[in-house]
Structures are given as structure tokens and as C-alpha cells.
């Protein structure tokens, strides 16, 4: 799930991260009903409301991919700053096995919102200030969940620092007070360890990178990486 920007370049190469890993990877863009402004608008409105198109084009994504020949039926997701947000609660909301929470916004009532979710692999940076204790917090709603999880907060790093691409100028701006943005290697490289060893667990061995795979299936409307 990409995040505010939409999906970018940064985006496609996470998701080819997957597929070299051998698993069948889709990137949904959920930006196509319209212009940019009205689309970012909608999602972030669905996100907070949790219901609504941008939840029935995850949803979409989800069931395309657990019907492919070569998918074992077992799907994750992984979600970037707002798709951070999208991917956290629709651990709870579908029928994933395993879902990837970067940087994410954590919802009110999360003990409510989370009760039932899949396991979560979550990533936070403790000087991005505008989710300060989102990941104590998470940690302990899910921990009272008995959800299996596993929650780090990096310590010298700020928002997005698993994305190489560079921010719009205001979210630069934003950044040198509230978020402390940009891409750090080091605390990048151990997420994704943490990341991909953590799907491998919950979602079962990936196929090998250029075993064969089913003929192509129609995809559910967005633009896949």
C-alpha cells in the first residue's frame, strides 16, 4: 500500500523486493478515480472512517492475488505512511495472514479496531514526532491481543526511512520540525530482514525466484507494479 504520494518509482521497487524474494507481489494504485487532489483526499477520509473505495480496491488486490495459481492462498500486506495506516487495519478488517506496518497511523479505540488481526511487523522511527509513542502503543494493544507481532522503534531515525525517493518541498519543510524524513540504510536493511523473515514465518516458504508461474489473470482495477 503506497503511501501520500502515490505509486511511485520508490513503490515498484519495494514491491520487486517481493517478487525477488519469489513471492507474487501487487502494487494497487489507489489514486485512479479521479484527480490527484480529490483522490488523496478520499483515501485519507476512508482510512480514518475505515470503510469506503479505497478499502474495497485493498480488498480487490487481496482476493486477485489469493486466486492466482501460484499463490498458496496465504496474502500479506505492507503499507508505507498512510498505506502504513491502511495495511495496520486491514490486519483486522481481512482476511490477510500477515501484514507490514510502516510508519502507520495508529487508530483510536486500536484495541477495538485491531481485536482479530493477523500478525504484524511494525517499524517506527522515535524522532518522527508526529507518531510519537505509536509504537509503545502499538506494541501493548497487541500484546493484549495476544497478537503475534513484533513492534521496533529505531532511535536515530524520522518518518519514511525505508523510502530512497525525495519528498515535495513542503514535506521537507514539514520535516525539519515534525517528522525528521528522509531514507536511513542502516535502520532500512534490518526492517526489511525483519520484514521478510517475518513473512516467511507467517506466510509459509516463498516460491523460488523464476519458477514458473500460472498464465497472467486479469487485475483488479489499479495499476499493479
Known amino acids: ?13 519495494q514491491t520487486d523486493r517481493f517478487a525477488a524474494a519469489g513471492y507474487v507481489a501487487l502494487a494497487p494504485d489507489l489514486y485512479t478515480a479521479g484527480p490527484r487532489l480529490r483522490c488523496v483526499r478520499r483515501a485519507f477520509r476512508d482510512l480514518m472512517a475505515r470503510r469506503g473505495r479505497t478499502w474495497e480496491a485493498i480488498e480487490a488486490a487481496r482476493g486477485w ?49 485491531l481485536a482479530g488481526a493477523c500478525p504484524i511487523v511494525a517499524s517506527y522511527g522515535k524522532r518522527d514526532l508526529m507518531l510519537r509513542n505509536a509504537a509503545a ?24 526511512f525505508l523510502g530512497r525517493h525525495e519528498p515535495p518541498l513542503p514535506v521537507i519543510m514539514l520535516s525539519k520540525i515534525m517528522m525528521s524524513y528522509g531514507y536511513d540504510a542502516v ?12 513473512f516467511g514465518d507467517h506466510l509459509g516458504a516463498a516460491a523460488p525466484p523464476g519458477s514458473p508461474t500460472s498464465p497472467e489473470a486479469p487485475a483488479p482495477a489499479g495499476e499493479p507494479s
Open 1 to 13: 500500500m503506497h503511501e501520500a504520494f502515490g505509486l511511485t518509482k520508490d513503490i515498484r521497487d
Open 65 to 113: 492475488l489469493a486466486g492466482r495459481a501460484e499463490c498458496t492462498g496465504k496474502v500479506g500486506v505492507i503499507g508505507f505512511c498512510m498505506g502504513g495506516g491502511f495495511a495496520l487495519v486491514a490486519a483486522a478488517k481481512y482476511d490477510f495472514a500477515a501484514a507490514s506496518v510502516n510508519y502507520g497511523h495508529v487508530p483510536r479505540r486500536a484495541a477495538e479496531v
Open 137 to 160: 502503543r502499538l506494541d501493548r494493544v497487541l500484546a493484549d491481543l495476544d497478537v503475534a507481532h513484533d513492534v521496533k522503534e529505531y532511535p536515530d531515525v524520522g518518518h519514511g
Open 187 to 198: 535502520a532500512a536493511e534490518d526492517a526489511w530482514t525483519r520484514i521478510l523473515g517475518f
